[in-house]
Structure formats: C-alpha cells, structure tokens
C-alpha cells in the first residue's frame, strides 16, 4: 500500500516540477521578449516576474524532496568512511536523518501556520491570488522531504554514496 501511494506522489512530484519549470521557462521567456524585442506599445506582463519568482520556490521545495530520493545532496559520507568503522557510520547517518526529519517537522509546522495566517494576503500584482498558495510550497515541500527521509531511514539497504 506504502508502494503504490509512494510511487503516485513520486508521479504527481515529477509532473508538477516539469510543469511547473516549464511554465517558469515560458513566462520568463515571453517577459524577456515584450520586454527587448517589441515596440514600445508592448510591455511585459506587471505580474511575470512575480509569479516567475514565487512559482520558482515550488520548484525547489518539489526539487529538494527528489534531490533526496536519488541521493544527490551534499553529504560527508566520505569523511565518516574514512573516520569511523562500518557500524558506526550507519548509526550516525540514521542519527542525523532523525535530526533533519525532528527539523523538517518543525518548519512543516511554521509553514503551516504560515500559510493559514496569509490566506487574506493578496499579490501585488494579482489581487485575486492569495500569496498563501505560494506559502503553501513549504509545508508541502518539507512533508515531501519528511516521506523521502523516512524512507532512508527504514531503508534495509545502505545508502550508496554519490561521488
């Protein structure tokens, strides 16, 4: 059951980077064009770079939980190899996995509380969006990461370090 859930949120993770960078791609795009290689009676949109900005963090919250499942953050797992016998490197990884998924819960948390106490707050640019949507990006981000760092943490297998 885990399994299936897992590999549907992994599914939905991926689609919504890809789309979501996508769109970032796009609209910077289309801003730079109206912006340089237009007449002057076309301008870019007043909120582009807004919505570029802000559609940017969702992206690397997404990112960083997918930056988890394939092992590619930065780590000192050469250092403890080197520093401490066999045992002792898994007890320190699960113990610092432990410490980031205690921290990760707690920003989950703030963000939201965060982003209930925003709901009323509108764009600058775009009065009818609510600047929470973005806010959302952190606790959804963080309870991504939670998933992915439980996950390494009941993984039976070692993790094999990414040179």
């Known amino acids: 059951m885990f399994a299936k859930l897992y590999n549907l949120l992994d599914k939905?993770?991926?689609?919504?980077?890809?789309v979501l960078l996508s769109g970032i791609i796009c609209l910077s795009l289309l801003q730079i064009v109206l912006r340089y290689f237009t007449s002057?009676?076309?301008?870019?949109?007043?909120?582009g770079d807004e919505v570029v900005r802000l559609t940017a963090i969702w992206v690397a919250f997404l990112a960083?939980?997918?930056?988890?499942?394939n092992n590619s953050h930065?780590?000192?797992e050469f250092f403890l190899n080197k520093?401490?016998?066999p045992a002792q490197v898994t007890l320190a990884q699960k113990a610092a996995t432990v410490?980031?998924?205690?921290?990760?819960?707690?920003?989950?948390?703030?963000g939201v509380l965060y982003t209930m106490n925003s709901t009323r707050t509108m764009l600058q640019n775009?009065?009818?969006?609510?600047?929470?949507?973005?806010y959302a990006s952190i606790p959804v981000g963080c309870a991504l990461l939670i998933m992915e760092y439980l996950k390494v943490l009941f993984r039976k297998t070692p993790r094999k370090e990414n040179l």
Do not use: H
């Not at 410490?99 to 948390?109: E, K, P, S, Y």
């Open 74 to 76: 930065l780590s000192v």
């Open 64 to 69: 960083a939980s997918a930056g988890v499942k």
């Open 126 to 134: 775009l009065p009818d969006l609510s600047i929470a949507w973005f």
């Open 40 to 47: 002057a009676d076309l301008k870019p949109f007043a909120w």
């Open 99 to 110: 410490i980031v998924i205690i921290a990760l819960a707690a920003v989950t948390r703030e």
């Open 12 to 18: 939905i993770r991926t689609c919504a980077i890809i």
């Open 83 to 85: 520093l401490l016998k």
